[in-house]
Structures are given as C-alpha cells and as structure tokens.
C-alpha cells in the first residue's frame, strides 16, 4: 500500500510570521481535493523551512500548526537551498512551492491538481495570482531576451512604454482565463511534478534567491516537459514581504541572478559578443531601481525634517501667546 501524500506543499519563511500564519490558516483551510482526484486534504503534507527567523516563526508554527512538519535551518541559507530542503522532505506526487506571503483561495490546490492530471506531458503548473485588491499578477511570462533585459524597468523602457520587447515579456495580451502554455510561471505558487524534479535534478543553488522559477522552466522545457498556466488556481500574493525587509540587497541579488540566468542557459542563443550588452542592461536596470530608492527615501527625510521644523515653529508661536506654555519648552 503507498501511504505517500497526493501533494507535498514547501514553504520557506523568512521573519514573515503573520504572513505565515494567514498563509497556513487558507492552506488548511481548503477542504478536501474534490471527488475529481479521489484524495483528501489529510493525504496533503506540509513543510515549513525556516531560514533562521528571529521573529519567532518557528515557534508560532510549533504552537498554532502542529500537523506541519517544521524544519529549521540555523541560518539564512537563502531561498533555493531552502527551498531544496524541504523537497528533499517531501513525498507527495506534485509538489507545490508556495511563498509565504499568500492566500490560498478555495479550490485552488484542486483546480492545481486537476490540471496535472489532465496534463500527464506538463511538468510544472502556475497559478493565477492576484494582488491583494484583486488585480492580476502577470505571473506567466516569455523567457527573457536582450530586449527585455534592455527595455524592461529601465529608461529606455520610460522612453518607449509600449515598446515590442517588453509587451512580449510578459505577455500583454494574455487572458488569464485559459489553460496556456506559457514559457515560465511564478515561483510563488508552482506546482512541480516530482518526476521532472527525478529527472532534471533540483532547483539550481548557485541561485541564491531569484530567478531560480525561471531557469526551473526553462530546463523543464529543454527535458521535453511542458509549462502550463491554470486559470482556475486562484492564489492572492503580497509580493515581497521578505525582500522587503532588505531592499537594497535583494535587489542586487536579484539583478546578479538576472545575470547568471543569461550565463548559464543563453551561451548558444546568443554570440557572446553581445553579453556586455546584455550585462549593460541589467546594470541600468539595477542603476534605475537604486535611484528610486533614493530618490524615495530622500523625499521621506526632507518630510520628516520639514514636518519637525513646522512642530518647533508651531510650538513656539504657542509659546509666545500663551507664556505658561513656554514652560513646557525649557529643558
């Protein structure tokens, strides 16, 4: 008798405890995976992989979810590692790789499960991820090439808006609503077939977060598995409430994954007289993004000096029309 869950589900958490725990309150609050599949939430294993949280996440998840199996790293080991980790741990048939920083609507895990096995030549599923108000995620997209590395959150990109290259990256006029073959979906919600992961190895390490979705897509489709968007899976993403948390670094771990994406998988797409123009894009790109960031955080200083020097203003006018007050001023 195979006592092997139908579903593995990963989750790696990082100092996210409150995301975590809305994220395991929708997980095991699904419901069963509907008669199609003959398989019940109990036959669904979870697997928490923390990366050394100092919020207290492991614990809140001892405490509050103890049918979740927990594995605690003793330091940040980054998201793909961590990642590797808990797949190694699991035993399900598919297994799905969830961020910590979503809702999972009813019937998604179902609609997930459904489309594989529909689906026997598909060896990754996406699924349809909303932002919190509602709106799409453009989370199925073409595979990067030099124009999108060129045009895309880059100046040139402000220059010509609805430039090809872009509107082709993440595919503009795609639905939503079908089933589709699409060349890479998100990592925040991919359900993976354990037999491409059998045949192909593990996500690549040398990812140390980011992009690591991608490059999974890209060698599925190179192994003869196909990549499918499932409409019906619907999952609400927050989007970066770990990166967040170090803004500046993960951006340029992001851009360096950009960069060993195009190294390692484009050699024979590309000649590699072109390379320094690709490396070229992404550093404008990354040179873009950090002087936002500036830009941002220079508005935030000069209002809170501003708002300061209209608080001693304020007071001191006060001051002088009400002379008790004054001796609230003094040291």
């Given at each position: 008798?195979?006592?092997s ?32 599949t ?7 294993e ?55 920083d ?53 100046f ?59 490059d ?114 003094k040291?």
């Open positions: 008798m195979n006592d869950p139908l579903l593995s589900v990963v989750i790696v958490s990082w100092n996210v405890r409150d995301d975590l725990r809305e994220c395991l309150q929708s997980l095991l609050g699904t419901g069963d995976l509907g008669s199609g003959g398989k019940q939430l109990s036959e669904i979870v697997i928490v992989v923390d990366n050394a949280s100092m919020d207290g996440t492991a614990e809140t998840v001892r405490r509050e979810f103890p049918q979740v199996k927990l594995i605690v790293n003793d330091e940040n080991f980054g998201y793909t590692k961590a990642n590797n980790i808990g797949i190694r741990q699991s035993r399900g048939k598919y297994i799905l790789l969830l961020n910590p979503t809702i999972v609507k009813p019937n998604a895990l179902q609609a997930l499960i459904e489309c594989a096995e529909a689906h026997p030549d598909a060896g990754i599923i996406g699924a349809k991820l909303l932002n919190p108000d509602g709106s799409i995620q453009r989370s199925a997209r073409s595979f990067p090439d030099i124009g999108a590395g060129l045009f895309r959150n880059t040139l990109g402000r220059l010509f808006p609805n430039n090809p290259f872009v509107r082709r990256y993440l595919l503009t006029d795609f639905s939503y609503d079908e089933v589709r073959e699409v060349d890479w979906v998100s990592g925040a919600a991919m359900l993976v077939r354990r037999e491409l992961f059998e045949r192909i190895g593990l996500l690549d390490e040398r990812f140390w977060a980011y992009c690591e979705d991608v999974l897509c890209w060698r599925a489709w190179q192994a003869g598995f196909k990549v499918l968007f499932c409409p019906n899976a619907v999952i609400v993403h927050k989007i970066g409430r770990s990166s967040d948390q170090r803004l500046v670094a993960s951006l340029i771990q992001h851009h360096k994954s950009m960069w060993l994406f195009y190294l390692k998988n484009y050699r024979r797409r590309y000649p590699l007289v072109l390379f320094p123009l690709i490396g070229l894009g992404i550093l404008m790109r990354l040179g873009g993004a950090l002087l936002r960031i500036c830009v941002h955080w220079l508005r935030i200083f000069c209002f809170q000096k501003l708002n300061a020097l209209f608080w001693v203003q304020s007071a001191l006018k006060t001051s002088e029309d009400d002379p008790s007050e004054s001796r609230t001023l040291p």
